[in-house]
């Protein structure tokens, strides 16, 4: 099998083999400035405000419009991605995520888990 398989002849574009994914047919409501479907890197060192930026693009409401978030770092055990992590797996709304990180501090003065405040 050759490139050459895969190529429409009549429309000169790549088809698609993934019957579920009809990019025409998704509808993205992101932030006027972004592109209907995009992925992004935020890369930085230590301390320059990476964690920052994500959340605030992610917790903005009508910045960025998602259905799938992957996150890659060495340190997912920090707070904030542990925050993010069960806050997505127990279904928070964005306002919910909002408010633990406004009052992590008086969340987490007990001895409670993430989980704990989350749920």
């Known amino acids: 099998m050759n490139t050459d398989d ?16 009809k990019m025409n047919k998704i509808k993205f409501s992101h932030h006027p400035n ?6 992004m890197l935020i ?12 959340l605030r693009m992610l917790l903005t409401d009508n ?4 259905d799938n978030l992957i996150i890659f770092s060495k340190t997912l055990s920090q707070l904030e991605y542990q925050i993010i992590l069960n806050s997505y797996e127990n279904n928070l709304s964005k306002k919910s995520i909002r408010y633990i990180f406004q009052n992590q501090e008086k969340l987490f ?5 993430i989980i704990e405040v989350v749920e």
């Open 6 to 21: 895969f190529i429409d002849r009549r429309s000169s574009s790549a088809k698609n083999f993934n019957p579920i994914f």
């Open 109 to 113: 003065t007990e001895e409670k888990s």
């Open 43 to 54: 890369v930085g060192s230590s301390g320059c405000g990476k964690i920052n930026l994500l």
């Open 63 to 66: 910045f960025l419009d998602y």
């Open 34 to 39: 972004l592109p209907r479907c995009f992925r």
